[in-house]
């Protein structure tokens, strides 16, 4: 028998989502990988699997497109808080986060940021506000996790960064003993943000939620803007808000694209 699963979308950051909740799935890196990849699979940035919680209403498995593990994603929080159709608490690898549905869209109780050199995690401490390292013509960013570990530069204008270049070089330096997502960030307004985002295991998307959430943060925390911040990526805008020492909410769009069948044996 054909099994089912759903191609999801956040402002254009791609899933395929796969509900384990009642029937068991196994699902390993490389199969992982094999049905992210656009030119022999579904294709996707990254693979969710929902699994049963026994205090919780699920359990959600983030996959990469590389195949490896996320703790935590944004978008497709809001995608699975569409498809279960109710309010519900999650766990993912991350922490807890509880979403709420609307008729297009989510929002999201994100959890804590953490701004230790050690809860990020770094290779070694530092000041994590203005961290004193650069990479070519970006230097000095904030790093910030938010279930999964972000850096976040602020620059001028954020298009004119290279990021398919120093995305991937700066995600696997050594400084980054767990990779790393990287962010850069200008300003806009005195509640606005424009942000691209390299993803760890899948590269430049059109928009990364904790992305959204951690350059807020590094924002907010730095007086840089004030809450409630609007983030536009190049997929679209994401409300974030965040009164330090308190949760982190995100409300955005997400959209189910289709259901369809196959046979998860095909992609190994
Ligand atoms: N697209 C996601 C983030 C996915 C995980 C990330 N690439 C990581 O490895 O931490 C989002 O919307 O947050």
New binding site residues.
């Given amino acids: 028998m054909a099994d089912h699963f759903h191609k999801m979308h956040?402002l254009g950051?791609d899933f395929v989502v796969i509900d384990a909740r009642e029937k068991a799935v196994s699902m390993t890196a490389a199969r992982a990988r094999a049905i992210a990849d656009r030119h022999n699979g579904i294709g996707c940035?990254?693979l969710i699997l929902l699994e049963p919680a026994d205090d919780a209403d699920a359990v959600m498995r983030?996959f990469?497109a590389d195949g490896?593990i996320?703790?935590?994603?944004?978008?497709?929080s809001r995608a699975v808080a569409l498809l279960i159709g109710r309010k519900a608490e999650l766990i993912t690898a991350g922490g807890r986060i509880t979403v709420e549905p609307f008729a297009d869209g989510a929002t999201v109780e994100m959890g804590l940021p953490h701004f230790g050199w050690d809860e990020i995690p770094l290779a070694y401490a530092m000041d994590t506000s203005a961290m004193p390292v650069g990479w070519e013509g970006l230097s000095d960013p904030a790093a910030v996790n938010v279930g999964?570990p972000h850096l976040i530069f602020f620059v001028d204008d954020c298009d004119a960064v290279p990021l398919d270049r120093l995305g991937p070089l700066i995600e696997n330096d050594p400084l980054f003993p767990e990779r790393i997502?990287v962010n850069v960030a200008t300003l806009t307004g005195p509640n606005a943000i424009k942000l691209r985002v390299w993803?760890?295991?899948?590269g430049l998307?059109l928009?990364?939620?904790?992305?959204a959430c951690a350059t807020a943060v590094a924002a907010i925390r730095s007086k840089r803007v004030t809450s409630p911040v609007e983030v536009s990526l190049p997929g679209g805008i994401l409300t974030i808000a965040w009164a330090g020492g308190e949760q982190i909410t995100m409300t955005g769009p997400a959209t189910h694209v289709f259901t369809g069948e196959t046979h998860w044996a095909n992609f190994d």
Wanted: net charge negative; hydrophobic share 25%; glycine share 20%.
């Fill in positions: 956040g950051n940035d990254q983030i990469n490896s996320a703790e935590a994603c944004g978008n497709a999964n997502n993803e760890r295991g899948a998307t928009a990364c939620g904790t992305g």
